[in-house]
């Protein structure tokens, strides 16, 4: 019912919040993740989900065509538009240097801090093709097993964890290769 989903989505909000007033929005971006994982575990209505999602598409194309030079921290934006203009071609950057810093120069790199966002680089560096193949089928089995150990489940409760569990690896997974790829913005 609209009613409980309104309630629902109120009490996802709030952690949210929290953690974007605390400056953590990639966090508040996966709890999202989790609860709407969650949610669709639940039954969601597929209009609801439709719905959300256009209006989150128009939410954010029209805050980032009004409001870019508000939105984040500058590095934020430009990091999203190195993405979209790797070149600056559309000279999206300020300066030469600010260009330099959040796009990586040469033909070979060095891993920077292999221990956290970028270790999925590190094993393509020490392990190649095969190493990242292998890396992605495991992490692929663990969330498929997340999802039907889930579906499996006795309890309501048990689909539920392990549904928002499940969204939150593979958005995790999603995000971090996404990153080591270039096609998604440190």
């Not at 993740?33 to 989900?49: N, P, R, T």
């Not at 966002?117 to 095969?130: E, K, L, M, P």
């Not at 964890?161 to 690896?169: K, Q």
């Amino acid at each position: 019912e609209p009613k409980e989903l309104g309630k629902l989505l109120l009490h996802l909000l709030v952690p949210i919040a929290i953690i974007h007033v605390q400056g953590d929005d990639g966090t508040a971006i996966i709890y999202g993740i989790i609860g709407c994982s969650m949610m669709f575990a639940a039954g969601l209505s597929w209009k609801y989900i439709i719905g959300a999602l256009a209006a989150a598409g128009a939410a954010v194309a029209a805050a980032f065509a009004f409001f870019s030079d508000k939105i984040g921290k500058g590095y934020q934006w430009y990091r999203i538009l190195a993405v979209v203009d790797p070149e600056n071609k559309t000279g999206w950057a300020p300066s030469e240097a600010i260009w330099k810093n959040i796009m990586f120069g040469g033909s070979y790199y060095s891993v920077p801090n292999a221990h956290n966002d970028f270790i999925f680089s590190w094993i393509g560096n020490a392990a190649g093709f095969v190493g990242c193949c292998v890396v992605l089928g495991v992490l692929f089995a663990i969330v498929v097993r997340t999802f039907l150990t889930g579906a499996r489940s006795e309890d309501l409760l048990g689909t539920f964890i392990c549904a928002g569990i499940g969204g939150a690896l593979m958005a995790q997974i999603a995000v971090n290769v996404g990153m080591n790829l270039r096609v998604l913005p440190v």
